[in-house]
């Protein structure tokens, strides 16, 4: 028999018993004719690699990679395939602490951006900065892997390091050694700007965010706080329940973000409030996204609070992560948020109602811990106390 024969023999083998195994798995779960076709596509290459290929093959790995290709295809850069080790990490993700670096990252246009820089982190102890561009991570370009997928490399055991290759406006590109540690996670922060209004950051959306919050209001209203300012600025999101917790404090009596699957099943968050207590400017930025822009999409459609700043980032979307059989998992797409006068934000973000450019540098400015803080420096600040200022008066 010639090569050419032998090498059609083997396909044709390859073909016929994916197509019985397709097929006979498709009769039974009836699945269409289409999509039958299509999976005995992926059987039939599988079973070639397999048999075929000129070294051994890893099955499992093969398996891997197929899932994460097809993840991949969507062009979703929150969805993707989490191997053991991401798995494992990304359980941690909300938990309170944790072993990294301390920086938010915002992923966008193919690219990494920090768009915070916790204070006392071993990020800004190396010197990372807001608006840093992440390029590689240990040496692996992040273009090269899902953009979701960047943190969980950066993040690791504490006492460990990771090299991070950073592109810096006007400079250089420079690599920088961050030594990880167990980072802690106080999402709240609060202080009276003057005798009559109070400072609320949120810098995140933890399981702790909700009851941070209600501690700092409680502390500010001892204070005889008369209007607050809430801080939304390089909020990168988190938790929508932390979120919805909060918003049930000071959004009015109603719907506050309705989730909206592909089949037009909805899930609506409500508030119970009868009326709001103080009057409220809310800050954003273009690195406000997600739970961040709900709240404040929120305050804004039910006319409970002003929005001063710039448009918000734009992601409305929902994930969520299926656990699989190999401690591995699936991080899925699954929903759109909608506001209450049912906008989507997912690409669109949040306009401000007050458009004010942001003072650099940011980052000084929201580190309202500091003892020195100057809100002078601060335009969009300047500008959030001013309208409050005319509504408490």
Request: glycine share 8%.
């Amino acid at each position: 028999m010639s090569k050419r024969k032998l090498f059609t023999c083997i396909i044709l083998t390859a073909l016929v018993s994916s197509m019985i195994t397709i097929f006979g798995i498709c009769f039974l779960l009836d699945i269409n004719f289409g999509r039958a076709t299509n999976l005995a596509r992926l059987f039939c290459a599988m079973n070639f690699i397999e048999d075929h290929y000129v070294n051994s093959v890893d099955y499992t790995k093969m398996i891997d990679g197929a899932i994460g290709g097809m993840v991949h295809s969507l062009g979703d850069p929150h969805s993707i395939y989490l191997d053991q080790r991401l798995y494992s990490q990304i359980k941690s993700d909300t938990s309170g602490s944790f072993g990294g670096i301390g920086v938010y990252m915002g992923f966008k246009n193919n690219g990494v951006q920090i768009i915070s820089v916790m204070p006392d982190s071993p990020g800004e102890k190396v010197g990372l900065q807001t608006g840093d561009e992440i390029i590689a991570v240990d040496g692996t370009p992040v273009n090269e892997i899902a953009a979701d997928e960047v943190a969980l490399k950066i993040r690791g055991e504490s006492g460990t390091n990771v090299d991070l290759l950073i592109r810096r406006e006007g400079q250089e590109d420079k690599i920088y050694t961050v030594t990880r540690d167990i980072i802690k996670v106080k999402t709240v922060a609060d202080k009276m700007l003057n005798d009559k209004i109070g400072y609320i950051r949120i810098s995140a959306f933890s399981e702790n965010t909700g009851e941070e919050f209600k501690t700092a209001m409680k502390n500010l209203e001892t204070h005889n706080m008369k209007g607050f300012v809430l801080d939304l600025r390089q909020n990168p999101g988190g938790v929508i329940t932390s979120c919805v917790e909060i918003a049930k404090e000071i959004v009015p009596k109603g719907p506050i973000v309705s989730v909206v699957q592909r089949d037009g099943s909805k899930e609506v968050y409500t508030s119970d409030l009868e009326q709001t207590k103080y009057p409220i400017v809310v800050l954003l930025d273009g690195n406000s996204a997600s739970a961040s822009e709900l709240l404040a999409g929120a305050l804004q459609d039910t006319k409970a609070a002003k929005i001063v700043g710039t448009k918000s980032y734009g992601k409305g979307s929902v994930q969520t992560v299926m656990p699989m059989f190999h401690e591995d998992g699936l991080k899925l797409t699954i929903a759109k948020y909608y506001t209450p006068n049912n906008r989507s934000i997912d690409g669109v973000g949040i306009e401000p109602d007050i458009v004010v450019e942001a003072t650099k540098p940011l980052q000084r400015a929201l580190n309202i811990e500091t003892e020195n803080t100057n809100i002078t420096e601060d335009a969009q600040l300047n500008k959030a106390v001013e309208v409050l200022i005319g509504e408490i008066e």
